[in-house]
């Protein structure tokens, strides 16, 4: 049995979508956990209006107290979930095969050395998304450094092995700082192109240059929480680097954004040395050389099909 949770904002129409999609897991949910963060509309009062009432899961929700707290949302879901397991969904993903997650599902319930489990990215009519817009480009279940954060599924008791999600790192990136923490701790992380939900990204909401300045940001606090420091010189002026090279390829007009970076940055740095756990020096070897060569992960027997391949 599994919990759903979903952090949303201002997207009703997916996450309608998406609560309709989760009817073919019934059987296996225990709860879905809404997460509302400060939606112009409260989900509340969609749910109210727009849910069946015969809608066969039980569903609780939860307001945060302003917007963009989206890891803390994360967080609240994993710290009262009642399974073992909770299936996170982006507000904008769905099920299209409920056999492509329940099988994922027991993949990490026969082996416990899973801290987490990627998803594949597909269309409403379950065809995978360009390989480039995966988690990994191999055809095959793979271990990964880091799953997306649209689909996935994560063991509640990894999670609160390594202290959560991290609430420094939010927006975007949270997914490496979060992976490399449950590698560091022991667990695995795999994913499978048979694994698979429908992700059709929306862009409401979305904003380039925020996306550019957050993602150098949770760069330069990712390589400050958990790289050694005689790693800082040649990591972090790359991460620096980097702002300028997404910035011109994406064509984002960003005045000031890298000033932004490093104020934030700057402001963060009481925290990070607080919260700062170095990642031995094993996992960042075998991270390094997992990114370059894949590492095969061979997917223990369970009761569901495996999905048809498209």
């Avoid at 917007?67 to 979930?81: F, K, S, T, V």
């Avoid at 026969?110 to 409403?124: K, N, T, V, Y």
């Avoid at 760069?219 to 010189?233: K, Q």
Wanted: hydrophobic residues 40%; proline residues 5%.
């Amino acid at each position: 049995m599994i919990t759903v949770g979903i952090v949303t904002r201002n997207r009703p129409d997916e996450l309608l979508r998406n609560l309709a999609s989760l009817r073919q897991l019934s059987g296996s949910i225990v709860e879905a956990i809404i997460v509302d963060d400060y939606s112009e509309t409260p989900v509340d009062e969609l749910l109210h209006r727009q849910l069946d009432s015969h809608y066969p899961i039980s569903i609780r929700t939860a307001r945060m107290r302003s917007p963009r707290m989206y890891i803390e949302g994360l967080n609240y879901i994993d710290d009262n979930a009642r399974a073992d397991f909770v299936l996170h969904l982006d507000d904008d993903a769905f099920v299209v095969d409920g056999q492509r997650v329940i099988q994922a599902l027991e993949v990490a319930q026969l082996d416990s050395s899973i801290g987490a489990a990627g998803f594949a990215q597909c269309d409403e009519c379950g065809r995978l998304h360009d390989i480039s817009v995966q988690p990994s480009p191999h055809v095959q279940s793979v271990e990964i450094n880091a799953f997306t954060g649209y689909g996935f599924i994560l063991r509640r008791s990894a999670w609160q092995r390594i202290g959560g999600f991290n609430q420094l790192i939010y927006h975007f990136g949270w997914e490496k700082d979060l992976c490399i923490r449950l590698w560091d701790a022991g667990y695995k992380v795999v994913y499978s192109p048979e694994w698979s939900v429908g992700h059709l990204a929306s862009t409401r909401g979305r904003d380039m240059s925020v996306y550019l300045r957050y993602t150098v940001r949770n760069d330069l606090l990712f390589t400050l929480l958990n790289l050694p420091v005689y790693l800082w010189p040649f990591w972090l002026p790359l991460k620096i680097a980097a702002y300028s090279k997404m910035r011109n390829a994406w064509g984002v007009n960003d005045p000031g954004g890298m000033k932004w970076v490093l104020a934030e940055v700057r402001s963060a740095w009481p925290e990070v040395r607080r919260k700062r756990r170095v990642v031995q020096t094993a996992v960042l070897s075998a991270w390094r050389r997992r990114g370059k060569t894949p590492i095969h992960y061979q997917i223990l027997h369970t009761t569901a099909p495996m999905a048809t391949k498209v």
